[in-house]
């Protein structure tokens, strides 16, 4: 035996060898929810298995729009605060700015010398603002078209990330989040069962402040009555009764102006009470935060400081010393499950602007029982008439072609393993067609060998120029499909792209197959005998 025969099989086996050692670990999963078994096999195995999708899994889809016009009001409110701290520093006098939660800002001037203070400003630190409508000494400031889209992009991806890094911590196997559109964002989360759940968990805004209640003259109820005094605002406290589980809203002054947000929040946790037990969240500042939070305590001490999550107060306790650690807790009428959510929702950051949810649907895991049979089912089926048929049509060498085809499922599965990719229903059938795609490889060389015999060539001659002659061919029309199989992995959903995927690793492990392990078993045979024909 040649040497170039025994590198190409040792090529061969290697390949072959991976795929199996990467596919060991999702047949030996499959079926239990524990994972690899501990033991030597899971410190030698690799860790990676074959996840399954929403369709074979089942769990919740989701379609999520973000309220772009709520992120460009916020910004716009932002911008105003900004603007007027930039006109104190200009010494500007004479100016009244005001944001009615629109992209407008509303400026009054009190004399042309205020005017040109405001437009040197505006020119110099503030190009994004443009004037949208002027009445003498008064003028309407608004974004350009540009910043507002560039507004509306940073806000998707952001809310995009927020959703994403809530999701992993929540710890769903395998999530699909994407945006469709402008505003749009799919989620996917297989294994997931509770549609409540995630929505409470995704679409939380997760706004943290700490804000001091107002102990002026008017008390909450009058505040309600009345209206609240300027610079104030009433929010309420949601408390469950533990016995009766009767709920009820207490109000409170707080001042409207935040002493700290939950900017430099680094880290949250679920835990339960030393003394009674009762679920609270606790909260940790980097040193930054813990600095803001220490001298607050220290200039606060005996007032009531309220903890406000997402305009809705969770405690209001009273400052009894200053607190130099950076740490606090939220306690309130939650639950443990509740406690977490809320845990996890201000550990993976606040959402730009508010979300809801436009579609739902759940897939119950029989019916991706049923999906996963049929799916095998139809590729076993497929996968027999096509061993039987190449063997009928081609003989000894269709013998070749199975074997060959068949030296393709540890090295798609073993690829899938290796990448963690998740296999769905049309990854299913893209395995299937990577299988047609591989006997329609070797029918083209088998028709060039035969070709080749009828000009006389002997049965060495014959298959060199068969495989020579059919592998331009074949390298065209299985690159063309990989390339359509990528547009639809860029562009496609969550299953669209596990079909793009089988397909790619597909047919590149099919034309390897056909091309590299055919030729190898015909050069194998070729040169153990003298072979006067080829049963083909």
Excluded at 382 to 399: A, C, D, E, H, N
Aim: charged share 20%; glycine share 8%; hydrophobic share 45%.
């Amino acid at each position: 035996m040649s040497k170039n025969l025994i590198w190409r099989g040792l090529v061969l086996l290697l390949v072959i060898g991976l795929g199996t050692i990467y596919v060991l670990p999702t047949l030996l999963t499959m079926g239990r929810d524990d994972g690899l078994a501990d033991g030597l096999l899971k410190k030698i195995l690799p860790s990676k298995t074959i996840n399954l999708g929403l369709d074979l899994k089942g769990g919740i889809y989701l379609v999520m729009e973000v309220d772009l016009n709520v992120a460009v009001n916020n910004s716009a409110r932002r911008t105003t605060d900004d603007l007027r701290r930039r006109l104190n520093d200009a010494k500007v006098t004479g100016f009244k700015l005001a944001n009615e939660n629109s992209q407008d800002i509303n400026v009054e001037l009190d004399n042309q010398l205020s005017l040109d203070g405001l437009m040197t400003v505006l020119n110099d630190q503030f190009p994004n603002l443009r004037i949208a409508s002027r009445d003498g000494f008064k003028l309407v400031l608004t974004y350009t078209d540009d910043m507002v889209a560039e507004i509306k992009d940073l806000t998707t991806k952001q809310a995009l990330e927020t959703i994403r890094n809530r999701v992993d911590m929540f710890g769903v196997a395998e999530p699909d989040i994407r945006p469709q559109g402008e505003d749009r964002i799919v989620i996917q989360l297989p294994g997931l069962t509770n549609p409540e759940q995630a929505i409470e968990l995704i679409g939380r805004t997760a706004i943290l402040e700490f804000k001091l209640v107002d102990n002026g003259l008017k008390s909450p109820e009058e505040a309600l009555r009345d209206g609240p005094p300027p610079g104030t605002e009433v929010l309420f406290e949601r408390r469950v009764d533990p016995v009766t589980k009767v709920e009820t809203k207490i109000p409170h002054l707080l001042r409207r102006q935040a002493l700290m947000t939950g900017d430099s929040l680094v880290d949250s946790r679920a835990v339960r009470g030393q003394q009674f037990g009762d679920p609270r969240v606790t909260m940790t500042f980097d040193s930054r935060g813990a600095r803001e939070f220490a001298d607050i305590t220290d200039r606060y001490v005996g007032r009531q400081l309220a903890i406000v999550l997402d305009n809705q107060v969770y405690s209001a306790p009273v400052i009894k010393t200053r607190i130099p650690d950076g740490e606090a807790y939220i306690e309130g009428s939650f639950s443990i499950e509740e406690a977490r959510i809320l845990a996890v929702v201000l550990r993976a950051g606040a959402l730009p602007a508010p979300v809801s949810v436009i579609e739902q649907r759940s897939v119950g895991p029989s019916m991706g029982q049923d999906s996963i049979r049929q799916g095998l089912t139809a590729g076993l089926v497929g996968l027999i008439l096509i061993l039987v048929f190449l063997i009928f049509y081609y003989r000894y060498s269709g013998l070749v072609a199975n074997l060959a085809l068949l030296f393709n499922f540890p090295i798609v599965l073993g690829c899938l393993a290796g990448l963690g990719a998740t296999l769905t229903l049309p990854g299913i059938f893209g395995l299937v067609l990577t299988m047609a795609m591989a006997v329609d490889a070797n029918v083209l060389i088998f028709e060039r060998i035969r070709e080749e015999l009828r000009f006389g060539r002997s049965p060495a001659g014959a298959v060199a120029g068969g495989f020579n002659r059919a592998f331009w061919t074949i390298f065209d029309a299985n690159v063309t499909t990989i390339m359509a199989a990528m547009v639809l992995y860029q562009f496609g959903s969550g299953p669209i792209r596990g079909f793009a995927v089988t397909l790619i690793i597909g047919i590149t492990s099919s034309m390897f197959t056909a091309i590299f392990a055919s030729r190898w078993i015909f050069d194998l045979v070729l040169s153990q005998r003298r072979v006067k024909t080829i049963s083909i």
